[in-house]
């Protein structure tokens, strides 16, 4: 009985808060002000946009501005709140890979390598799906060195917010903020060792990190 309940609210939730989560978004976005900070703009070749957990909100708003139209995929974990976040994210024109780069990590890999040579672009939150917090895995390093595609750090930065106590400390930019976006420039780490590498990426991803 337990388990039949469990499984009608999983199911009720897959089918209301996807939509609902959408909409909450776009209002949100659309009563803030915004500025976008672009280091450079990237060609047509595919590339990894990076992000942390805790910045999900908006960063499609800030692909956006690279693409006219989305032909992106973002790494998801398989667990029940990534089937969530999958189909909101699906509301703004993305599609999904399960796995992620601390669970299901060879799944996760395989699926982003295979994205990026069909010539789409990949999102990742390499400090997902669990943390620790704004601590990079392994696993960007690896797809990007793998498949050759360069990587694009995403940052948005709300002049007012609330944060969750979550293990990402997760920010909801309250209405009517001002809302700053930054891309880096492409990061080629084709030729660096993993923790160079790694390093580099967390660095620019730190620069516009909210405590």
Partial sequence: MKALKKRLLRSLALALAPPIGALFIRTLY??????FHIAERIGEESVIFAFWHGDLLF???????????????VLISDHFDGKIIAKV????????????????AVKALIGGIKALREGYDVGITPDGPKGPRYT????????????????????????????????DRFVVAKPFAKLDFYASKALDVSDMELEDAKRLISEELMRHAID
Avoid: H
């Avoid at 990007?144 to 293990?167: H, I, N």
């Fill in 30 to 35: 659309a009563t803030c002000k915004k500025e």
């Fill in 136 to 167: 990079i895995s392994d696993g960007v390093v690896a797809m990007a060195q793998k498949s050759g595609a360069k990587v694009v750090v995403f940052s948005c930065v709300p002049s007012k917010y609330w944060q969750f106590r979550s293990w």
């Fill in 89 to 104: 994210i699906s509301y703004f024109g993305f599609e999904t890979i399960e796995g992620s780069t601390n669970r299901s």
């Fill in 59 to 73: 960063p499609s708003y800030l692909y956006s501005r690279f693409r006219k139209k989305p032909r992106a995929k």
